[in-house]
């Protein structure tokens, strides 16, 4: 497959455990924020989405959370496996502006069977 | 299916070589983008439009041409390619101003200028 970063942060962990992926956003005013999943050799796919007046949402074994005061994303991903070892990216957005989503750096996550 | 398809999926090519990867969205969606993918650099826009006949620049796009005569089409121009373009190119789209939404994305171009 393509790898698609050198030097990315690593999360290591083994199947069936709970995994976390942190982001740090830049802008306070951003208010819609997008977790993506990038397998090797895809583009980005949209997972779970959260909008600023939310401090929480849930999706099929993933869950997102928000701090805007530290201005903090997570991706809690429960039971592991092996098919969820990707880049994670994170992508913010600011609403009454240009909607253009400004991307992290991603996390590589590997699972481990 | 709804998709972004861009092709070709691997372009090796030389040194001024003029070529265009064509992108193509099946959404009816607004807003169309081009990123190229470089490892430690993440993503990175190259060129973006709005709608139809409008395009702008993003954060790198030196080398680069776009056009935007259809909403479904949005092709990548290189009309010189260098070394330094060599990458991984992502086209994607999404619904437009008014309405928050992902960004979809296509399945990457690996383009090799040598």
């Known amino acids: 497959g393509e790898s698609v970063g050198l030097h990315l942060p690593t999360l290591s962990v083994q199947e069936g455990d709970n995994s976390i992926i942190n982001c740090a956003y830049s802008?306070?005013?951003?208010?819609?924020f997008i977790w993506y999943k990038q397998e090797s050799g895809k583009g980005p796919q949209f997972i779970i989405d959260i909008r600023s007046n939310m401090d929480k949402r849930q999706g099929q074994r993933v869950t997102v959370l928000l701090n805007k005061t530290v201005k903090h994303l997570s991706l809690q991903i429960a039971a592991t496996q092996p098919g969820d070892s990707a880049v994670y990216f994170c992508?913010?957005?600011?609403?009454?502006?240009?909607?253009?989503?400004?991307f992290g750096r991603g996390t590589s996550l590997i699972v481990h069977p | 299916e709804a998709q972004v398809t861009q092709n070709p999926r691997y372009l090796i090519t030389v040194t001024g070589k003029k070529l265009t990867v064509t992108c193509s969205q099946n959404?009816?969606?607004?807003?169309m983008s081009w990123y190229r993918q470089d490892p430690g650099l993440g993503l990175r826009q190259i060129y973006y439009s709005m709608n139809v006949e409008v395009t702008d620049k993003g954060d790198v796009p030196e080398g680069y041409k776009v056009s935007r005569k259809e909403k479904r089409n949005f092709p990548l121009i290189l009309e010189s390619p260098s070394p330094n373009q060599t990458s991984l190119y992502f086209c994607?789209?999404?619904?437009?101003?008014?309405?928050?939404?992902?960004?979809?994305f296509g399945n990457g171009t690996r383009l090799t200028v040598t």
């Open positions: 992508a913010e957005t600011i609403s009454g502006g240009s909607y253009i989503p400004t």
């Open positions: 959404m009816n969606h607004e807003y």
């Open positions: 994607a789209s999404m619904k437009g101003r008014g309405e928050l939404g992902p960004l979809h």
């Open positions: 802008n306070s005013a951003s208010d819609y």
